[in-house]
């Protein structure tokens, strides 16, 4: 896999620290309304900043290579973060005098932003949690996993985000790993005792 990104959390916060590739630290936090300090972006809040952070640099770094004065660039992104699908707007100045045939290439640099080619090509998640100590637990997973099968209660979430929760409470001893993965229709899950 490429990046790694590991959040901790900062007790009696709502706070993360974040460790991004090993180099860079940010932290997150929650608005106010919802039990934070909103001391700094809440995690959603990123998803925009990084699409507007890697269109600017993708139109920066290509207006370098062909040696065009772009001048000022700036890339406002509004994210609809409720809508299905959810919706980015991209709106980009720049201060430099650019013709119509620049401004078409510009147009093909920018979508070929990294973030932006994630975003359209999709994600697959796989979900690990590693109990390094004994305790009783439940298990949550995505909705539509044991539907069928008529079995757990529903949730609602802020962000309108449904989630199944198994009456599945078991034992699980020092290192039980539970693993996740995230596909299309639920969550299929294994779990490995090592003892």
Known sequence: MGLTATARWIPGTLRQDVLVDGRHRLTTDEPVR???????PAPHELFPAALAA???TT??????TKGWDLGDVTVAVQYDHRS??????????????????????????VASCPVRRAVETGFEF??????????DCEIASLEG???EAGRGERDQH?????IQREPLTQRVGRDVVIEGRQRPGGLEKRHDRRE
């Open 34 to 40: 919802v039990g934070g300090e909103g001391s700094a």
């Open 59 to 64: 139109l920066v770094k290509y207006a370098q």
């Open 158 to 162: 802020e962000e309108g985000d449904v």
């Open 84 to 109: 299905t699908p959810r919706r980015f707007e991209l709106e980009i100045e720049l201060t430099g005098q650019v013709n119509d045939e620049q401004l078409v290439r510009l147009r093909k640099a």
């Open 54 to 56: 890697c269109a600017s």
């Open 126 to 135: 796989s979900e690990r949690f590693k109990l390094t100590a004994g305790s």
């Open 145 to 147: 996993h044991d539907r």
